[in-house]
């Protein structure tokens, strides 16, 4: 199993470690809850380094990028990111990613770190030496401060201005990226570095954070403070046969070019589709999982759950899951079934408030 440069920190700091895409990593420190409502107040560091990273380059890679990817990367300048997505020739998604343009003809994929060698495999198959696919997922470590005070600690580390660092945009600081990106909604960075550089950067940020009382935060958390969010996680709302139109992601789907699998896409946002992502919250005191199935008022099976918690900002609890296209309306109440009980939820709309 892989360990990322961080690893003994991790242990010196009593993280509860797991098994994720066959990388050891700290799924906890102190507990979900008091890691989760640390980010969402104050600000947390998560190790995030097991995600990959591509080095696409040479001077057809605009051209190239466009015909893989779903969202129009014509509109990135140097210095912006991208949420983007990576279709099959079927209408599913190979990965879900993020998108940095480095410079001219030069960009950086950070991908699920499950999906890296699945990735590699689809890119250089439609590559023919068009493009230059460097892997450096290997080399690079990737360290995530979030929370309402990312800006104040990591400002004071590297004497930056970060608080006027546009979302989804990214500066070059010395060897390092720092980029104003996260998956948890509530602000922050994240920082791509050499992992010959991960511990002293990690260390320089919890010394120069102490007085924010910074504390590390596991992937626990991450995922509680996501589903808050609605955001997506690839293996439970994503994956290799579902659209991005059925997940709610239209909107980085742009059928104004040709890409993999674009005409199943435009017919889609055209006729419909027969299944769409839903929020839902519990109205019956229960907590909802993947797998768990979704009825109608009436009991008739509908749809299933990808992704459920018990949310630590509402004490309640809450979750993503596909049902029938005709029962996706906001305010329907379904049922979720839970060892064998029916527990009522309500569709709502994401971000859960």
Not at 133 to 140: G, H, K, Q, T, V
């Amino acid at each position: 199993m892989k360990k990322t440069p961080l690893y003994n920190l991790h242990i010196d700091y009593g993280a509860k470690l797991i098994d994720f895409a066959g990388f050891l990593m700290p799924i906890q420190y102190e507990g979900v809850s008091l890691e989760h409502n640390c980010v969402k107040k104050n600000v947390g560091v998560f190790d995030v380094s097991h995600m990959g990273q591509f080095i696409i380059s040479g001077k057809k890679s605009d051209s190239f990028l466009q015909s893989v990817l779903s969202n129009d990367i014509s509109i990135l300048k140097p210095g912006q990111a991208q949420y983007n997505c990576l279709p099959n020739e079927i209408g599913g998604i190979v990965d879900d990613l993020i998108l940095y343009k480095l410079d001219i003809d030069k960009y950086m994929l950070v991908v699920n770190a499950s999906n890296i060698q699945k990735n590699l495999v689809f890119l250089n198959n439609r590559n023919n030496n068009i493009v230059n696919i460097d892997d450096l997922s290997d080399e690079y470590s990737l360290i995530s401060v979030q929370g309402p005070n990312s800006s104040n600690v990591l400002e004071k580390l590297f004497k930056l201005e970060l608080v006027n660092l546009k979302y989804y945009c990214f500066i070059n600081h010395k060897d390092l990226i720092i980029s104003n990106t996260g998956y948890t909604g509530c602000g922050g960075y994240e920082i791509y570095c050499k992992n010959d550089d991960a511990v002293s950067l990690w260390n320089d940020i919890f010394e120069v954070g102490s007085e924010f009382d910074i504390k590390p935060i596991g992937l626990a958390a991450r995922d509680t403070l996501r589903l808050e969010m609605g955001f997506c996680l690839y293996g439970n709302e994503l994956n290799d046969e579902i659209s991005p139109i059925e997940a709610g992601l239209s909107w980085i789907t742009k059928t104004n070019k040709v890409f993999t699998s674009s005409s199943i896409f435009t017919k889609q946002k055209e006729v419909g589709v027969t299944k769409k992502l839903i929020g839902f919250e519990m109205l019956d005191k229960a907590i909802p999982r993947n797998g768990y199935n979704i009825y109608s008022s009436e009991k008739k099976k509908i749809g299933i759950v990808t992704s459920g918690t018990m949310s630590p900002s509402l004490k309640k609890g809450i979750g993503l899951g596909y049902v029938k296209s005709n029962f996706s309306n906001l305010d329907t109440q379904i049922y979720i079934e839970i060892r064998r009980n029916m527990k009522r939820a309500l569709i709502v709309k994401t971000p859960f408030k």
